[in-house]
């Protein structure tokens, strides 16, 4: 079975500047997730899709940030314009469900942001 | 809103040592669950917990869930190399959201 895809792997950009990155979830997950994992500290959920709606987006700061997931498939995360303090690993989740008595999340490799 | 916070940031042990990490709510969880992150990798699930006083076992790994489901701990028995990493719990109380601790980086010496 495959994982949970997300691309880029790394990208480096300078302040004020606008960068997207991409999730595919495993095949046949309803639930989607968006974490920032800044240096040190343990993930902070950004916004939780099920299917094509949102379910919990408190943390994500709507100013500058944005996601979605279209076709309750893949998503996109996008941040325009980036400051310093952006930076950190963006990591894509996801899981069968988002209630039951096990709602494993998968996590994929995550894409590490610089911004200079 | 919901805090999770885990003891100790760091630990250093010998091989052959064991380890635990702490792991406290400031509210009340549905449930609570574990999960093992290598550097420079991403977070792999390892258990979850529902019930209050709950035990279970992987191995050489032991977790545990407070009778006021507001606690959790994690037991590693005589560690390995194979060991190292963070070890993170995430609490769900009301709703959806994941809150996940910090961490606790364990670190084995041979």
């Known amino acids: 079975e495959a994982g949970v895809a997300q691309s880029p792997r790394y990208k480096i950009i300078e302040k004020r500047q606008s960068v997207a990155f991409w999730c595919n979830p495993i095949s046949g997950h309803a639930t989607l997730y968006w974490y920032q994992q800044i240096l040190g500290q343990g993930p902070k959920l950004l916004i939780q899709?099920?299917?094509?709606?949102?379910?919990?987006d408190s943390q994500l700061p709507k100013d500058r940030f944005s996601a979605e997931r279209l076709k309750g498939v893949d998503s996109t995360l996008k941040i325009q314009p980036a400051k310093l303090e952006d930076s950190a690993v963006y990591l894509c989740?996801?899981?069968?469900?988002?209630?039951?008595?096990?709602?494993?999340?998968?996590f994929g490799p995550g894409t590490r942001l610089t911004v200079l | 809103g919901q805090q999770v916070m885990q003891i100790p940031q760091y630990q250093h042990v010998q091989e052959g040592e064991d380890f635990t990490t702490y792991c406290n709510s400031s509210?009340?969880?549905?449930?609570i669950q574990w999960y093992k992150q290598r550097p420079g990798g991403h977070p792999v699930f390892l258990i979850q917990?529902?019930?209050?006083?709950e035990v279970k076992k992987q191995k050489r790994l032991t977790f545990q869930f407070g009778e006021a489901k507001k606690n959790s701990s994690l037991h590693i028995t005589a560690t390995q190399t194979t060991d190292v990493g963070t070890y993170f719990c995430?609490?769900?109380?009301?709703?959806?959201?994941?809150?996940f601790g910090k961490g606790t980086s364990l670190l084995v010496t041979p």
């Open positions: 995430a609490g769900r109380s009301s709703g959806y959201a994941l809150n």
């Open positions: 989740a996801s899981s069968l469900m988002a209630s039951g008595s096990t709602d494993t999340q998968y």
């Open positions: 509210t009340t969880l549905s449930n």
């Open positions: 899709f099920q299917n094509n709606g949102v379910v919990d």
């Open positions: 917990l529902v019930k209050s006083g």
